[in-house]
């Protein structure tokens, strides 16, 4: 692809400045001085002046399979000439072909979808089918997670600034997670005995009515920064949520579709099966669609009418489809395990190096550096972790911000980048992280 010819001096002070006047301005964006996107082709994006970036964070985990992928284009563009919309009032091929193919990749018997625009709406139909068909109101969540911007699903979160007014929590309590780096009660791994998972049976004991209708978790934390549990985890609180009658949701709206490596789903990692699992972002490569898939007997027991007038529209279907089929053809859960393997070695050197990297963490292509100002009593570097974000755009590397405290980069490229990209990647992020220590120091 040839880089595309540079615009007038000035063109994006004007996008930024109508971004300013006719959008929220709780629509925030990245860098001191917003960087306007213009075009993007499989690993690249160009902004308005017609400087490239190497995309390492993928529109936030949407774009599994390289941006305008035109075995993804292809299909969408032939749909939306074919049958845009006409709504779920209509069987068509393409909800049908894309339901067919998540029910084959899904684990257990995980076999029916609803569909939505969206990760948020995704949840808020687990939370709703899970509270239908137990008959129990109360929903186990964890600190730290995210789960979208609905009412409900700000409430289930466990993030401050996402749960800001309007936030009503009746029935849900939330479980200290399993953030090793930064254990509650102080402990180490193993030798903690994994109390974190232990704790959620005297959470549903003293928080909840003693009879929940869900348990909701990611499998690793996204927004949260990429937060990994140790491997017994989700097995320990799985037998919890059972004993207490609850359903197990999944929320792989950033685990889920190859990302984390050898799985299609991240919580296939920690070998539990979900009663529901959720799905949106990297699903259709950049297309909004989210998915709630379960079984064929709890798909059943919702009661009353439902539906989402766009929810699994055929184009947003046809991409999702698509993109599943480059995971397939492309043998990308391999990949993502080897060339993510190898990632994590080089962020491992660049660690070593660097007294602000506290912990590298992460699966597969989501891993994630948290910055601290001191390794000792691991305080927070949030203004080191702005200033690397400002650095690595200098170098022409996009990467993501995350975690409570602002001070985690999350880098999660697209799952077919080649191991070259990850080198020019790793450099990069080396050079910005010498500018941003020195200037720490
Ligand atoms: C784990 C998780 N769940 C749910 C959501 C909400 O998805 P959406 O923004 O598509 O509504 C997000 C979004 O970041 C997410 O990361």
Same mark, same amino acid.
């Given at each position: 692809?040839?880089?595309?010819?540079?615009?007038?001096?000035?063109?994006?002070?004007?996008?930024?400045?109508?971004?300013?006047?006719?959008?929220?301005?709780?629509?925030?964006?990245?860098?001191?001085?917003?960087?306007? #996107?213009?075009?993007?082709?499989?690993?690249?994006?160009?902004?308005?002046?017609?400087?490239?970036?190497?995309?390492?964070?993928?529109?936030?985990?949407?774009?599994?399979?390289?941006?305008?992928?035109?075995?993804?284009?292809?299909?969408?563009?032939?749909?939306?000439?074919?049958?845009?919309?006409?709504?779920?009032?209509?069987?068509?091929?393409?909800?049908?072909?894309?339901?067919?193919?998540?029910?084959?990749?899904?684990?257990?018997?995980?076999?029916?979808?609803?569909?939505?625009?969206?990760?948020?709406?995704?949840?808020?139909?687990?939370?709703?089918?899970?509270?239908?068909?137990?008959?129990?109101?109360?929903?186990? #969540?964890?600190?730290?997670?995210?789960?979208?911007?609905?009412?409900?699903?700000?409430?289930?979160?466990?993030?401050?600034?996402?749960?800001?007014?309007?936030?009503?929590?009746?029935?849900?309590?939330?479980?200290?997670?399993?953030?090793?780096?930064?254990?509650?009660?102080?402990?180490?791994?193993?030798?903690?005995?994994?109390?974190? #998972?232990?704790?959620?049976?005297?959470?549903?004991?003293?928080?909840?009515?003693?009879?929940?209708?869900?348990?909701?978790?990611?499998?690793?934390?996204?927004?949260?920064?990429?937060?990994?549990?140790?491997?017994?985890?989700?097995?320990?609180?799985?037998?919890?949520?059972?004993?207490?009658?609850?359903?197990?949701?999944?929320?792989?709206?950033?685990?889920?579709?190859?990302?984390?490596?050898?799985?299609?789903?991240?919580?296939?990692?920690?070998?539990?099966?979900?009663?529901?699992?959720?799905?949106?972002?990297?699903?259709?490569?950049?297309?909004?669609?989210?998915?709630?898939?379960?079984?064929?007997?709890?798909?059943?027991?919702?009661?009353?009418?439902?539906?989402?007038?766009?929810?699994?529209?055929?184009?947003?279907?046809?991409?999702?489809?698509?993109?599943?089929?480059?995971?397939?053809?492309?043998?990308?859960?391999?990949?993502?395990?080897?060339?993510?393997?190898?990632?994590?070695?080089?962020?491992?050197?660049?660690?070593?190096?660097?007294?602000?990297?506290?912990?590298?963490?992460?699966?597969?292509?989501?891993?994630?550096?948290?910055?601290?100002?001191?390794?000792?009593?691991?305080?927070?570097?949030?203004?080191?972790?702005?200033?690397?974000?400002?650095?690595?755009?200098?170098?022409?590397?996009?990467?993501?911000?995350?975690?409570?405290?602002?001070?985690?980069?999350?880098?999660?490229?697209?799952?077919?980048?080649?191991?070259?990209?990850?080198?020019?990647?790793?450099?990069?992020?080396?050079?910005?992280? #010498?500018?941003?220590?020195?200037?720490?120091?």
């Amino acid at each position: 692809m040839t880089t595309p010819a540079k615009t007038a001096a000035g063109a994006s002070d004007e996008v930024i400045r109508k971004h300013n006047e006719y959008l929220w301005p709780a629509v925030t964006n990245f860098y001191q001085k917003p960087l306007v #996107a213009d075009r993007a082709s499989m690993q690249h994006v160009w902004d308005l002046e017609g400087n490239q970036y190497l995309d390492f964070f993928g529109g936030i985990l949407t774009i599994s399979v390289g941006h305008a992928n035109p075995k993804v284009t292809g299909p969408v563009k032939a749909q939306v000439d074919r049958l845009q919309h006409l709504s779920t009032l209509y069987p068509n091929e393409a909800i049908v072909g894309l339901a067919e193919k998540l029910a084959q990749i899904t684990p257990g018997a995980l076999h029916s979808s609803f569909f939505t625009n969206s990760g948020t709406e995704a949840n808020e139909a687990a939370i709703l089918l899970a509270r239908m068909a137990t008959g129990s109101f109360d929903v186990v #969540a964890l600190r730290h997670g995210y789960s979208g911007g609905s009412s409900l699903a700000k409430a289930v979160t466990g993030q401050a600034p996402w749960r800001k007014a309007g936030v009503v929590s009746v029935g849900i309590a939330h479980a200290a997670n399993p953030y090793c780096y930064r254990c509650p009660w102080g402990l180490k791994y193993p030798d903690c005995e994994v109390a974190c #998972a232990n704790d959620v049976e005297n959470l549903i004991q003293t928080g909840t009515s003693g009879q929940i209708a869900a348990f909701l978790a990611e499998p690793i934390q996204g927004v949260g920064g990429f937060i990994t549990p140790p491997p017994e985890y989700f097995k320990i609180v799985f037998k919890t949520v059972k004993k207490y009658g609850g359903l197990f949701i999944s929320d792989e709206v950033q685990t889920g579709f190859g990302r984390t490596g050898k799985k299609w789903f991240g919580i296939e990692h920690w070998e539990v099966t979900p009663d529901i699992m959720t799905c949106a972002k990297g699903m259709a490569n950049g297309t909004p669609v989210g998915a709630t898939i379960t079984t064929k007997e709890l798909a059943a027991s919702f009661q009353g009418l439902t539906i989402s007038t766009f929810g699994g529209n055929p184009v947003t279907a046809v991409a999702a489809r698509a993109t599943i089929e480059v995971i397939e053809q492309e043998h990308l859960i391999e990949h993502v395990n080897t060339v993510g393997s190898y990632f994590r070695e080089r962020l491992e050197q660049l660690r070593e190096k660097y007294p602000l990297i506290g912990e590298v963490r992460g699966k597969g292509l989501m891993q994630a550096l948290e910055l601290v100002k001191d390794r000792v009593t691991k305080q927070p570097a949030p203004q080191a972790t702005a200033q690397l974000l400002e650095r690595t755009r200098e170098q022409g590397l996009l990467v993501g911000k995350g975690g409570l405290y602002g001070n985690v980069i999350r880098l999660s490229p697209m799952l077919n980048i080649p191991k070259s990209d990850v080198d020019q990647a790793v450099t990069m992020l080396d050079k910005a992280l #010498a500018l941003t220590s020195s200037a720490a120091d």
